[in-house]
């Protein structure tokens, strides 16, 4: 085949001559291969930069080769003499967070901290936007990190090289430094046991230096762009060009001008978006208190709830019912369901295959799937870890005001007939009792509810309070919300009051339904 006749002068990649018809006549223009790597002036994908970046930078921390570099470099950050020269805290994949709007958090290849320095690796093994390069190297600058970008284009020289646009933004912001790692660094790197990387800069000509390999203790530093360099090159290339000085001014207002109106309006669609959320949960706390509900409202083939013209759920889902007088309401998508309360707040995520409410007015709802969670109020209990609604069912048993909930297992016996089919026996089993196990009681009082789970006791006001503390027994005692309770940890006896405060001294009692004796 030999060599691509056309090439993209940004990627470098083959390109061919395409065209099409318009009224004017026939217009042709180069088109990258459908199947070629994303670039910046590559069309067909209908995808913004920030989406084709994901999904470029996806691809590449999945490939074998970046996850192999990026253990070399973590490895001889970690060798013997960068242990001795004061490496530490060598991590891959760190996420770093940030305060500052628009630029909240990003996540190096590499982080390491030498000499009371942070510094971060980023391997470029390909072709990137340049407003990606820009973006990081001011978050890490505003944020106090030292970036060193490293190259490595042996798999990809054809297409990719130092001359590339993305490359010279990267280096002519560093002094007019490269840094590379390659087969030979990364072997010097083993038999030196520490990171050694090839530093080659550009002179006032333009041409590049002859190689050199240099460690961490070589590095110089930019203290204001946090850029480590080995050789100042800038200063032979200013002093040829002076007028060059004028316009990196110019190009670093540009840019940095452009970030701080990106942080602006980041920070204004925050604010917007807290606002209504402030908003929304204000509206539902009105709902709440004057007992009324949101509606049901269609857009398409999706549901959500509204209330008096303002959206508290937006329409997401397949299935969903009207609250009428109740408290909840059931939604579903893609074959699941979960609730909704009245006031918009989806209390039950849509996870679950069936949702049973036990109680509304304390918020005693059920959900099965897979596994078996219980909702009390705003707490969540993992009841059951494996849960199989084909062999196992729910029922209830009743004693005085108390209902237990119980999970029942259907046991069964198999045996093999006198029959075969393709030369096996035919297994058939027969039902051989139940296996039941409680799940949790609940109790219902005229201003509170308990609720026993395992050994523990949990009580909750109508006002949707929970009584402080945990107890392994609650016991009325006859005084209206006044109780008996027995401490779960120390096995010691109080009395305290519906808001859980304690009135008596936690003693050693014996307690009986006959008398209390301490």
């Known amino acids: 085949m030999g060599h691509a006749r056309f ?243 110019q190009l670093e207002h540009s840019r940095e001008y452009l970030l701080r109106r990106l942080m602006e309006r980041q920070k204004h669609e925050e604010e917007l978006e807290k606002r209504k959320i402030e908003e929304r949960t204000n509206l539902q706390l009105e709902i709440l208190n004057d007992n009324k509900s949101v509606t049901r409202f269609r857009s398409g083939t999706k549901y959500g709830y509204q209330y008096e013209g303002t959206i508290i759920l937006p329409a997401k889902y397949t299935s969903a019912e009207d609250f009428h007088d109740n408290k909840y309401a059931q939604v579903g998508f893609n074959r699941k369901v979960g609730l909704v309360r009245r006031d918009g707040k989806e209390v039950v995520p849509i996870e679950y295959k069936t949702v049973k409410v036990v109680d509304e007015e304390y918020g005693l709802l059920l959900g099965l799937y897979k596994k078996i969670h219980l909702w009390f109020g705003d707490k969540i209990f993992d009841l059951v870890y494996e849960y199989n609604d084909k062999e196992q069912d729910i029922i209830t048993e009743q004693d005085g005001d108390k209902i237990e909930y119980i999970r029942r297992s259907k046991k069964y016996s198999y045996y093999h007939t006198g029959r075969y089919y393709e030369g096996y026996p035919i297994r058939r089993k027969s039902h051989d009792g139940y296996d039941c196990s409680t799940l949790f009681t609940f109790l219902k009082g005229k201003d509170f509810c308990t609720l026993w789970i395992g050994n523990k006791v949990y009580m909750m006001a109508k006002n949707g309070d929970f009584v402080k503390g945990q107890y392994s027994d609650i016991k009325p005692i006859g005084i209206e919300h006044i109780f008996i309770v027995k401490n779960y940890n120390t096995e010691l006896w109080g009395v305290i009051d519906l808001q859980g405060n304690v009135i008596t001294d936690f003693k050693k009692c014996i307690y009986s339904k006959e008398k209390k004796e301490c």
């Open 7 to 249: 090439i993209c002068p940004e990627c470098k990649q083959p390109v061919k001559i395409s065209g099409h018809k318009l009224a004017r006549g026939r217009v042709c223009y180069f088109a990258h291969f459908k199947d070629s790597d994303d670039c910046q002036y590559k069309t067909g994908t209908h995808r913004t930069k920030e989406e084709i970046e994901r999904l470029k930078y996806s691809l590449v921390q999945e490939s074998d080769r970046h996850k192999r570099l990026k253990s070399a470099i973590a490895s001889a950050l970690k060798g013997e003499q960068s242990k001795s020269m004061g490496v530490e805290n060598v991590e891959c994949e760190k996420r770093i967070n940030s305060d500052i709007p628009y630029l909240n958090w990003r996540r190096p290849d590499i982080y390491v901290e030498y000499k009371g320095r942070k510094y971060v690796f980023e391997l470029q093994l390909s072709t990137t936007f340049v407003s990606v390069v820009v973006d990081r190297d001011i978050f890490y600058r505003l944020n106090d990190y030292n970036i060193i970008w490293v190259f490595n284009f042996e798999d990809n020289a054809e297409y990719v090289n130092l001359h590339n646009l993305m490359c010279k933004d990267i280096y002519y912001a560093n002094k007019r430094n490269v840094f590379i790692f390659d087969a030979d660094a990364e072997e010097r790197s083993k038999e030196k046991g520490e990171l050694v990387l090839k530093c080659r800069w550009l002179d006032e000509n333009g041409q590049w230096s002859d190689d050199q390999y240099v460690t961490l203790d070589m590095l110089q530093y930019d203290e204001e762009n946090c850029k480590p360099f080995v050789v100042d090159a800038d200063k032979a290339y200013l002093k040829k060009y002076p007028e060059y000085v004028e316009r990196r001014k």
